[in-house]
Every structure is written in structure tokens, then in C-alpha cells.
């Protein structure tokens, strides 16, 4: 499989295309382009500044939160799990500090994504 990013009436979709055999399949695009996860989080942009981030080590899908935005979370706690070839693997915090997620649930990130911001 191969991922793309494609721009559909000036929206970024983030799809995924599978080679079978000699004919051509596509992916639907998925429903959650990376540009909408930035402005959910509103306190987002001073934790960027002064924050550590967190950053995705393989490319896979945000399953879940293990912690809320906002909280507060010590150096090695688990924060999300990322699914990746299905198999979970728990993002842990690398610091102490306020939590502030630049991803959403069932979105597809790449390696060295930015899954958050602790500050």
C-alpha cells in the first residue's frame, strides 16, 4: 500500500492506494485531513513555544487517548496508542508538563508526526 496526499476543492485528504495485479484499486480519502487537527486544540500555539514534542516513532493510526487535553502527565506516561500493522503500541510522555494533542482519533500519521505538545 502507498500512501498520498491529494487536495480536492482545495481540501487535503490523506488516502491510501493498494496495487492488485494489473488493475487499479483506490482508497477512499479518509475523513480527517491533518489541517483540521490544529485548530481543535486552542491553547495549542503558546505550548509550542515553551513545550516539548511528542513525536510519532512509525507511521500508523491514532487508536485512542489514554490521557485528556489539558492534564497534566509525568515523564514516561503513557499518553495514546498508536496502531501500527495491528499490532498497540503506547506513546509515552517524554517530560513532565500540560498536554496539548495535535491528532485525533483514527487519523493516520507518519513517522516523526507530531502526536503533541507538552508544556
Known sequence: MR???ITVDGKRYEVGVEEVGAESATAPAA???AASAAPAAAPAP????N????LSPFPGIVKNFLVKEGDTVKKDQPILVLEAMKMDSDITAPC????SFRVTKGMNVES???LAVIG
Open 3 to 5: 500512501n498520498f496526499i
Open 31 to 33: 475523513a480527517k485531513p
Open 46 to 49: 503558546a505550548a509550542v513555544k
Open 51 to 54: 513545550g516539548k514534542e511528542v
Open 96 to 99: 513532565d508538563g500540560v498536554i
Open 112 to 114: 516523526d508526526a507530531v
